[in-house]
């Protein structure tokens, strides 16, 4: 009789329990649905989200392809024929590069929400050496700092190389080699250490040629052996001024 005393006992408090457990799902139905359809939601999202951003990568990546097309085209006349159907081709070069800036400043706001794509900064970099090439310094030094401030190193050092080559025609060399430095001291696949170097004694050999001789050297030291480098070497070495020169 205790047994099934103690049996029915169970029997009560676990229907008791599924009782309440009933009352809360009733009581809360409306704050449980709500949580659920904001879990589909942001994993609904997330997954679009993504789908989104391949998207745009992909398709930035194809207009780049086609702006890179025009930036590399030919110049000069073509005979009817001669070229395969679709061959971009210009009668000169300021003629192209002004047809490739239109395409790499398209590029640039058409993909400009965060997270924009890689392919924005490559093209700034781009667009910043049409408009250097076209003479348009200003714009280009600006357009160029846009680009270096890019998340991607390697486009960034590009871009900070060419904004150094546009501050040293403009008669800045101080912030010219200071960036030439800083790549040096901060080498990437796109602009290693010896590019930057050899830049930095390329801006000293009129000002300060003793200096840009011991950078000559420190190139010949850690890069000798590289067969190009070498060759340069010897060639920039060999219109370096001779004697003093200012440090």
Not at 33 to 54: D, E, N, P, Q
Not at 119 to 147: F, K
Not at 166 to 182: H, M, P, S, V, W
Not at 196 to 202: I, N, T, V, Y
């Amino acid at each position: 009789m205790d047994r099934l005393t103690r049996h029915e006992l169970k029997q009560d408090e676990l229907k008791e329990s599924l009782d309440q457990l009933e009352q809360y799902f009733v009581s809360h139905l409306k704050e449980i649905v709500t949580v659920a359809i904001l879990a589909i939601v942001v994993v609904g999202s997330a997954v679009g989200m993504k789908y989104y951003l391949s998207e745009q990568e992909a398709n930035a990546n194809l207009d780049l392809a086609a702006a890179l097309r025009t930036f590399q085209a030919y110049v000069g006349t073509v005979a009817p024929g001669s070229m395969p159907p679709g061959t971009e081709s210009y009668p000169t070069t300021a003629d192209r590069y002004k047809a490739a800036l239109l395409k790499f400043n398209a590029i640039a706001a058409k993909y400009r929400l965060f997270p924009r794509p890689k392919a924005v900064g490559i093209a700034l970099y781009h667009a910043g050496l049409c408009e250097s090439l076209l003479g348009n310094t200003t714009v280009a030094i600006n357009t160029l700092q846009d680009a270096s401030r890019d998340g991607d190193r390697d486009i960034a050092s590009l871009a900070q190389l060419a904004l150094a080559d546009e501050f040293l025609k403009t008669g800045k060399t101080q912030e010219a080699d200071r960036i030439y430095q800083n790549l040096a001291d901060h080498p990437t696949l796109t602009v290693p250490r010896s590019t930057a170097l050899m830049a930095l004694a390329d801006s000293m050999k009129s000002s300060q040629p003793a200096r840009a001789r011991q950078l000559y050297d420190q190139i010949r030291k850690e890069f000798g052996s590289v067969p190009a480098v070498a060759q340069i070497l010897r060639e920039e070495m060999a219109d370096l001024p001779q004697g003093g020169g200012g440090q």
